[in-house]
């Protein structure tokens, strides 16, 4: 996947979650740990040189509130690298609204399962590179797999090979592949599932849900993986598990992630 | 922007592209850039800012409504103002876009053309993320040490008719242009306002260029 040239390296993106005005940390989708304000976390991930950033507000949807725009606005004017968001998403009014605010992305996932022709209506909008489609795919102890949205609390009845397929079709540019299961565990990324997917679908895959090391990065492009990402090793840090920002340097990444050809 | 004199950045805000991000950047180095959304506000800016996202003809089309166009081009044409036009703000900058059916400003001899039929297949599409650039000529890039890398977005990119015009490709297989000069008509691909460092330092040189050629006999230092 690396051989393009010698001018790309596969991106590393912080994959950060918003619970209203804090930013947490999940297992599983579950056991939310409160890491601190997005803002200041922002703005140490924009020093480290972070690739790029998605944040994803996960009560959003649930509670049926409209995006956070003053948060959002605030966090954007701190983050000169792209910026992606999700939660809550419904309207193209919406998009338009945080595309201006600074953000190159959105991240659709509830309402793009119970309305694709959303994504449709969306990327013909605002340009498929605009839109990511957060796929958010849960493996029982059995290995059979599932579609989740709203959370990973309401199932789909597709499954994750043709709802990707079907996402990328309808134009969103992206897909952001998250294993339920794998969040927050430290075991690394579900590489059959990214596999899978992958080979399935011409668009770039980022795979999330279960990083521990940059080792982790290598493994998931070498199944097709696009670009990775993570959250917990970037801001747990140690046995205890204590809240530190860290990202890789750009001579880790280069080594993890080869550049081709140069 | 060390010397020359106090100028304004103008950022042409027609409803697309990120105005609010390019302010930020400016903000950060010191540079005073404001929002021009009313046809009035274009004379009142040293050097023009055009962004753009989306769809070439939502974009095209957008921008000719705005009322923008003929101030623009009468800064940049014939005042000979600088210009750097952002993404597809760069590519509306050509004649037209395989992307669509409108024709674009024509400042720039070229066209824009799909990606798709002649990237590595590797290269999943839209391209999107850091890439180092390949400077041919000056005028757009910045000086510095450490080779440069941007981030880029796009399905579609610029080919010039005239091969001077182009400043630096990126490499994804085949050569495909990174940055374009012509005059003092600027253009990147890449987003600079959201490229760290590079993005600042690149914002820094434009600005001071555009401070250097505002002031006034500067050109008999």
Redesign the interface.
Known sequence: ???????????VIPCLLLDGFGLVKTVRFKERTYLGDPVNTVRIF?EK?A??LVLLDINASRAHDEPNYDLL?EI??EA????GYGGGIRTLDQIRKI????Y?KVVLNTHAGRNPDFVSEAA???????IVVAVDVFRSRFGATEVRVLSGTQKLAQDPVSYATDMARRGA??LLVTSIDREGTFKGYDLGLISTISSAV????VANGGASSVRDFTSAIAAGA??TAAASMFVFNGRHRAVLITYPSEAQLSAAIA?AG? | VASGPEIVIGVLDYGVGNVASMLSMFRRIGVSASRVSRPDQVAEAAALVLPGVGAFDDVVTRFRASGLLEPLRERVIEDGVSLLGICVGMQMLTEASEEGAEPGLGWVPGRVTALASRVDPALRLPAMGWFYVDQLRGGVLPVMEERQRYYFVHSYAVDCHDPADVAATVDYGSPVTAAIRRGTICGTQFHPEKSHRFGVALLSAFAAEAASMSQPGAVDD
Not at chain 1, 1 to 11: D, I, N, P, Q
Not at chain 1, 80 to 83: A, V
Not at chain 1, 202 to 205: A, E, F, R
């Open positions: 996947m690396t051989e393009v040239g010698s001018s790309f390296r596969a991106r924009n040189g690739d790029e606005a954007a004017s000169f690298m792209p910026l595309l201006g605010l600074g190159e013909a909008v605002f340009g498929r590179s605009t540019g992206e011409s668009v770039p895959v696009t670009a550049v140069s």
